[in-house]
């Protein structure tokens, strides 16, 4: 018996929290996942290219669309197998490849490349940005997140210093909202549909964190945990997701959603 689409949604969308605990993942990955899979849900087309996939949590969220997972590391793309048949989901709109970003060897193109949180992990972000276009058809979306150098962190609040001290050890650069186009998109035939800013640091997240980190460590239920994430969720998106409209210059990851347009 098939599940209508909001009981559907909902199922999906406990898959990913339960799999962001199992995993040791942050809020904020679930945060920026259920941000960016409801703007592309309302995109058209049906091919998608989700490219440094990971396990795959991202693409649990994505509605009617056929989705190419891509990830260089084949350990990601099994767990990824895995996850989807511990939950019993259909595999038939989900394809999971080991590829390099550099050298994407696709003879289609794709209605919409995402790119969540990898550019700023290789030597050369726009030869990695010449390659995600080089798969996306004219007016086509490229969705992509990346570190926000002017993010505000409230651990750093509380020690009175506005921005992060150093950059993420894994990180080879960050970005910033005002040059961001000037230092990375401007030389390529994209128009910018969309520029903001997603998950503004939430003070709760940290105050809890590590009582519920110590009740993992003592192994406590993965039920109470799961509920105290979506409480947590459920907090952010009534209260704290409006101001976080109002400062989003300073949230944690950049989005930015564009269109390839040939008449550049």
Not at 92 to 110: G, I, Q, R, Y
Not at 171 to 177: A, I, S
């Amino acid at each position: 018996m098939s599940l209508n689409p909001e009981k559907e949604a909902k199922m999906l969308r406990d898959c990913v929290l339960l799999e962001n605990i199992e995993h040791g993942y942050s809020m904020w990955h679930f945060i920026r996942y259920k941000r960016v899979a409801d703007i592309i849900n309302d995109m058209k087309g049906k091919h998608l290219l989700d490219v440094g996939c990971g396990i795959g949590l991202f693409d649990f969220l994505i509605a009617n669309k056929e989705i190419i997972g891509v990830d260089i590391d084949r350990k990601n793309l099994k767990d990824a197998i895995r996850v989807r048949e511990n939950y019993k989901l259909k595999r038939s709109t989900f394809f999971p490849l080991v590829a390099d970003l550099h050298a994407p060897s696709f003879k289609e193109k794709f209605d919409v490349v995402v790119c969540l949180e990898v550019l700023e992990h290789l030597p050369d972000d726009k030869r990695a940005l010449a390659a995600l276009l080089s798969v996306l058809k004219e007016d086509g979306f490229l969705v992509i997140t990346l570190p926000n150098a002017l993010r505000i962190e409230f651990p750093q609040l509380f020690r009175l210093a506005l921005r992060p001290k150093d950059l993420c050890p894994e990180h080879l650069r960050e970005y910033q909202v005002n040059n961001v186009h000037e230092s990375l998109l401007t030389s390529f035939p994209l128009e910018i549909e969309k520029l903001s800013g997603v998950y503004l640091d939430f003070p709760l997240f940290h105050i809890l964190n590590l009582p519920i980190r110590s009740f993992s460590s003592i192994q406590f239920s993965t039920r109470f945990l799961f509920f105290a994430y979506k409480a947590l969720f459920r907090i952010y998106t009534i209260f704290w997701a409006e101001l976080e409209k109002l400062f989003w210059r300073h949230a944690y990851y950049i989005l930015i959603i564009s269109r390839k347009s040939s008449a550049r």
